[in-house]
């Protein structure tokens, strides 16, 4: 199995880091090298597919106190 490799340093070491870019609403995420802070990725703070579930569970529950059938 391959190593993930620093391009910059060649460092093998990785960190998840918050942080929120300039004139930005939303946080983001970044994996980057511990060593030299080098940045191999960058994801949202928020992982959509959980959120879309729990708006899609709290929907459901609504519906429910209201009779309303839904399908989602």
């Known amino acids: 199995?391959?190593?993930?490799t620093c391009i910059k340093c060649s460092g093998h070491i990785f960190e998840l880091v918050e942080f929120e870019p300039i004139n930005s609403n939303y946080k983001m995420n970044s994996i980057q090298c511990t060593n030299c802070g080098?940045?191999?990725?960058i994801s949202e703070y928020y992982a959509s597919g959980v959120l879309i579930?729990?708006?899609s569970e709290a929907v459901k529950?609504?519906?429910e106190r209201l009779g309303v059938l839904v399908d989602l």
């Open 1 to 4: 199995m391959a190593t993930p």
């Open 61 to 63: 529950r609504i519906a």
């Open 38 to 41: 080098g940045v191999a990725s």
């Open 53 to 55: 579930n729990r708006l």
